[in-house]
């Protein structure tokens, strides 16, 4: 079970105890300029890619606001109960212990009470592509990655876990052909049917294959119409 401890006012939580210089590197990193996801679906998520020293490659997460309200307040959220990065970096937790491949979560971050700003530490996936770019690029691998995801996605059904934002690009494919799901900001435990959860993640694919123009080869894999 991981705890939080706090440091120079911010909070962080992770399994291992994370030293100081460690910490002092994040808090730098979490003031550097951002950048946006690199995908053609990539949202609001901004990340920083960087080495963390004693860990290795990293991936740090910003959490955005997205609505009209992100016009008055970008960056900060209301303290309810747990952050949103703990409740990722829990899921993340959760759905790897299930099989699910998805980022290695390595800690989290917020800092604020009433209101608060908050950042994930993942490990990087090295060398990988999205299922957007191998789309466009290799329809052989992509059919072969295809297969990949309906297995995970079934596993998702399986365990009725809700993954709020289920796209092409937010699937990756390492140099291995080993797919890995991202982005399960929002996600949690589905208290419907499990039919219903299907049905959701089979549309939000679709519209996003339709709204983008993606590659119809994302949307002719039967397997996908039969988990």
């Not at 995970?152 to 390492?174: C, E, T, W, Y």
């Not at 419907?192 to 294959?209: E, F, H, P, Q, S």
Request: proline share 2%; with cysteine; charged share 20%.
């Amino acid at each position: 079970m991981h705890q939080i401890n706090t440091y120079d006012s911010y909070h962080f939580g992770s399994l291992s105890d994370i030293a100081d210089q460690q910490l002092k590197q994040l808090i730098r990193f979490f003031n550097l300029p951002k950048n946006s996801a690199n995908s053609a679906l990539g949202g609001r998520t901004s990340i920083t890619v960087t080495q963390l020293q004693g860990i290795g490659s990293v991936v740090i997460k910003y959490y955005r606001r997205g609505g009209v309200i992100r016009y008055l307040i970008k960056k900060r959220y209301l303290k309810c109960g747990k952050t949103r990065c703990q409740i990722e970096y829990e899921l993340l937790q959760k759905v790897r212990s299930l099989g699910i491949n998805a980022p290695e979560p390595v800690a989290f971050a917020y800092r604020g009470r009433l209101f608060y700003q908050c950042w994930l530490v993942t490990r990087e996936i090295q060398d990988h592509q999205t299922l957007v770019q191998i789309s466009r690029s290799n329809e052989e691998q992509a059919r072969m990655a295809m297969k990949a995801v309906v297995k995970q996605v079934s596993m998702l059904i399986k365990n009725k876990i809700l993954h709020a934002d289920l796209h092409p690009g937010n699937v990756v494919v390492d140099n291995q052909n080993q797919i890995y799901l991202l982005d399960f900001d929002k996600g949690g435990i589905f208290h419907g049917d499990k039919d219903v959860l299907r049905t959701r993640y089979l549309r939000r694919w679709n519209r996003a294959i339709q709204k983008h123009g993606l590659p119809e080869i994302l949307s002719e894999v039967n397997g996908f119409n039969h988990l």
